[in-house]
């Protein structure tokens, strides 16, 4: 599959501070990548060093088969972690700047900037300046002028920070449209709910190291699956169920099994029903991407709120 977006071995350090630590990663063409980890994880440092606005110490780059993104700077859209538009231009006026920024004629980029405000509901706002607009309103103009040059490669930082729950799911829907136009995303976040609904694959970063590399059920199974289990019998045969790795009685006939990386819950159930146990719950409990994530950076999050 051809690659958007390439990094192997990126590596950046401020002083003797390493922010960033052997980095590898892989986009594909098309794809939604999520840029997963806490605060001080080194999301915001890759996304310039990708961008071209910092240079890493180590390792190498490759921004849609260039190596440096300077080079493809108009088949690439970035929305900065710190949001902000000039407050006295008007809606329209500033989407429209960003795409001539990007190499798109004045009259073409002014019709651009108003289908895009239609499209997301934001035409009546066309000719205000950003200065009257709420901020969730002001960050979704940012997100428009980001896209409005049509590129490749979309780049966004953060965001989902600072919106509210309905333009979210406005965000979501501008990036489900781009991805249906072939668009390539990556996006960072916290927040594991957007990256579990959007993403293909996924990196979960802390302190500057690649914790997880993958897709989002791939992720999944860095957890097991636990079922909790209740029997009218009160001391039923559970011992060698199929990929269960660990039990625990938790009261008279109410169990907790934990499986084995990849075991199937149906065949757990299949065992109880040969063995005529008689259930009075079967209850199946996959972990989500929070759980993992908070597995994974846990130690790391908890060092760097010491540092
Ligand atoms: N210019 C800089 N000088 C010194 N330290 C920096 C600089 N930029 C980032 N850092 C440090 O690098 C770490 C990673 O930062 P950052 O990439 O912004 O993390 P994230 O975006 O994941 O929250 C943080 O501890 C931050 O304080
Ligand atoms: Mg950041």
Redesign the pocket.
């Known amino acids: 599959m051809p690659t958007a977006l390439e990094l192997r071995n990126v590596s950046k350090s ?2 003797t ?1 390493h ?1 960033v630590q052997g980095l590898s990663l892989s986009v594909p063409v098309g794809s939604v990548y999520g840029f997963l ?10 996304l310039r060093m990708i961008l071209g606005m910092l240079l890493p110490d180590t390792g190498e780059l490759s921004v849609l088969g260039s190596p440096s993104a300077m080079a493809v700077r108009n088949r690439v859209g970035y929305l900065p ?1 710190e949001k902000g538009l000039y407050r006295k231009m008007t809606a329209a006026a500033a989407i429209a700047y960003f795409a001539t920024l990007k190499g798109v004629a004045y009259g073409e980029a002014h019709i651009r900037a108003r289908k895009l405000l239609d499209r997301y509901g934001l035409g009546a706002f066309a000719d205000k300046k950003i200065e009257t607009l709420s901020k969730g309103m002001g960050q979704k103009v940012q997100v428009l002028s980001a896209i409005a040059h049509d590129p490749e490669l979309v780049l966004f930082d953060e965001p989902f920070s600072g919106l509210d729950p309905v333009n979210q799911e406005v965000l979501e829907e501008i990036l489900i449209d781009l991805k249906a136009r072939g668009c390539t995303i990556l996006f ?1 976040t916290h927040v594991m709910a957007h990256a579990e609904r959007l993403c293909d694959r996924l990196l979960i ?1 802390g302190g ?1 190291r690649g914790l997880f590399e993958g897709t989002v059920s791939e992720a999944r199974s860095v957890l097991p699956v636990r079922i909790s289990l209740e029997t009218v019998e009160p001391t039923p045969l559970l011992e060698a169920l199929p990929g269960v790795r660990h039990l625990e009685a938790r009261g008279e006939g109410r169990w907790q099994l934990e499986l084995e990386p990849g075991a199937s819950a149906s065949a757990v159930l299949e065992a109880c029903f040969e063995r005529s146990l008689r259930l009075r719950r079967f209850d199946v409990r996959e972990p989500d991407l929070h759980e993992v994530f908070v597995h994974l950076v846990g130690p790391s999050a908890r060092e ?1 709120s010491l540092r």
Do not use: D, I, R
Not at 37 to 46: H, L, M, Q, V, Y
């Open positions: 401020f002083g501070f922010a980890g806490p605060n001080g994880a080194g999301k915001t440092t890759s972690e960072s970063l500057g760097a």
